[in-house]
């Protein structure tokens, strides 16, 4: 079911993310339970979130909207496909969009930029972030495709 129409057939439970995101990903559709991670300009926390295995889940990146470094490069995206992630969203930026676009992983983002993150092992795993108008919160189930983005507390019937 596309965005639109779990907007039209769920009205009152669907929560739309008001972003410009771009997609990166070779898959433009995805959906899955949510994971996060709140970090600014350091990465190191979501290395560690797609080593673990995804079991069709969308990991949500809160990089609090920064251009200046990239949250997801292509290594990264690549460990995604390989444990299983169904997507990854980023409020900020990510790089090697060329290759991600090759990968069968979803990947909206605000923009790319070539500059690697710091690598200090800051940031938060599986805290509700907030950012596009929405609070997103680990376990909420995620849709996106050409046309946005929405969430819901559970997956639609």
């Known amino acids: ?5 779990l907007c039209d ?11 410009p995101l771009r997609d990166y990903g070779g898959r433009v ?15 190191s926390l979501v290395r560690e979130a797609v080593a673990e295995p995804g079991n069709g889940r969308v990991l949500v990146i809160d990089g609090g909207g ?6 997801l490069g292509d290594m990264l995206a690549q460990t995604a496909v390989a444990n299983g992630w ?3 969203l980023v409020h900020g930026a ?14 909206k983002a605000l923009a790319t930029c070539p500059r690697k993150t710091d690598k200090l092992g800051q940031g ?3 805290v509700p972030v907030a950012f596009g108008g929405v609070v997103i919160a680990p376990g909420q189930w ?11 507390d559970s997956a639609p019937a």
């Open 66 to 71: 920064s251009l200046r470094r990239a949250m």
């Open 142 to 152: 995620l849709a996106a495709d050409e046309d946005g983005v929405v969430l819901m």
């Open 86 to 88: 169904a997507g990854v």
């Open 1 to 5: 079911m596309n965005t639109c129409d």
């Open 9 to 19: 057939r769920h009205e009152n439970r669907v929560r739309v993310l008001e972003l």
């Open 29 to 43: 559709a995805f959906a899955g339970l949510v994971s996060t991670v709140k970090a600014l300009e350091d990465n």
């Open 94 to 107: 990510i790089r090697d969009s060329g290759a991600i676009g090759k990968l069968d992983l979803g990947v």
């Open 124 to 126: 938060l795993r599986d």
